[in-house]
């Protein structure tokens, strides 16, 4: 699997990888945080990593992009699709392959590009 980052192929950096879809590189930001991270300040820190990462990945005329987020409470979910739904309307979120990353672990967004 190759990373990428928003800094184009080649440049590395943690938890941002890439997975292959038909022959393009789809991004896939995994937004989980260290051990000892809870509540309402460490899900504003995954949103406004969240944010940053789709504004990139808009900018950069992808396609599609995936965020990790894991199952837990939904929590994070739920604010991600939120946040679409409200600040994106050329995006839509769609559940990511439940074979890759199970049931209710990633979100893809596609951004309408």
Same mark, same amino acid.
């Given at each position: 699997? !190759?990373?990428?980052?928003?800094? +184009?192929?080649g440049?590395?950096?943690? +938890?941002?990888?890439? !997975?292959?879809? &038909? ?15 809870? +509540?309402?300040? %460490? ?12 504004? !990139? &990945?808009?900018? &950069? ?12 409470s ?10 679409v %739904? %409200? ?27």
């Amino acid at each position: 699997m !190759s990373r990428i980052s928003r800094n +184009g192929p080649g440049a590395r950096q943690p +938890g941002i990888k890439g !997975s292959e879809r &038909a022959g393009r590189v789809v991004r896939e930001v995994d937004l989980h945080l260290p051990p000892g991270h809870s +509540g309402t300040e %460490a899900l504003e820190r995954q949103l406004v990593r969240f944010r940053g990462e789709l504004n !990139s &990945a808009i900018r &950069a005329g992808e396609k599609e992009i995936i965020f990790i987020h894991g199952a837990g409470s939904g929590r994070l979910r739920e604010a991600l699709r939120a946040a679409v %739904a %409200a600040e994106y309307p050329s995006c839509t979120c769609h559940d990511a392959s439940f074979s890759r990353y199970g049931y209710n672990g990633a979100t893809g967004v596609k951004t309408g590009k």
